[in-house]
């Protein structure tokens, strides 16, 4: 069987098989190989074809690494976790964003101090202004979600107030190409704020505000799959949400 994930990934790379062999310095019937016959190359080989690619090892040979390595991989994408994310520096917020070329996300129900910094919302317009595409999810303040947290969180109609102000605060954004903006009415587990490779994941705590829940900065890192996967659910979520207009 082919390997099906290589070839599509030299395609959305827009990279050929001879491109990719000048790349890693090997002859292209070897590549040939990888891909027509399945073989699996060696762990250089992997890295340095996942590099040129921009993916990840795991994904295009998923067999290839044992339990043992994957999670040696994932656990030093960790970079470091804060205990509460009001004790995250301010100025992380800013660099976690200002290093991104391609990829920004916000995954929030209102992450509203986000929306209200002014530094952060001229930010994601020159990031989009200059090719990234920047995607921001908000709860929908009249899903059953929001109103669930907001009790959680002893907010009641609070929350949904909080992603109103924070939608009108987010709308001029939308009229710079590149910024887009849905609802989503799923429940998170999770906050996730994405800055190309890297995140700073804000966990929920049931009766806790967001504010006072631990903090996790994660770092990709070839052959671990912690911030793949919550990559993947930023994208689950963000395909299953409601476009926001102008």
Known sequence: MANERLRAALLERG????????AIQVDPKTVERWITKNRTPYRKHRFAVAS?????????????????????????????LYPHRWAVPRDAWGRLFAQAEREIGVLVYSGIFIAQDTGIMRLFAEKASAGARVRILLGDPDSVEVAQRGADEGLGDGMAAQIRT??????????VDGVELRLHHTILYNSIYRGGDQLLVNTHIYGKFAADAPVMHLRKVLGGDMVSMYAESFDDVWDSATPVEC
Do not use: H
Not at 15 to 22: D, K, P, Q, R
Not at 166 to 175: C, D, I, S
């Open 15 to 22: 990279a050929s098989v001879t491109e990719l062999a000048e």
């Open 52 to 80: 040129f690619l921009k993916t990840d090892e795991s994904y295009l040979w998923p067999e290839a690494l044992t339990p043992q390595q994957v999670a040696a991989a994932s656990e030093s994408e960790i970079v470091t």
């Open 166 to 175: 924070a939608l009108v605060l987010y709308r001029p954004l939308l009229r």
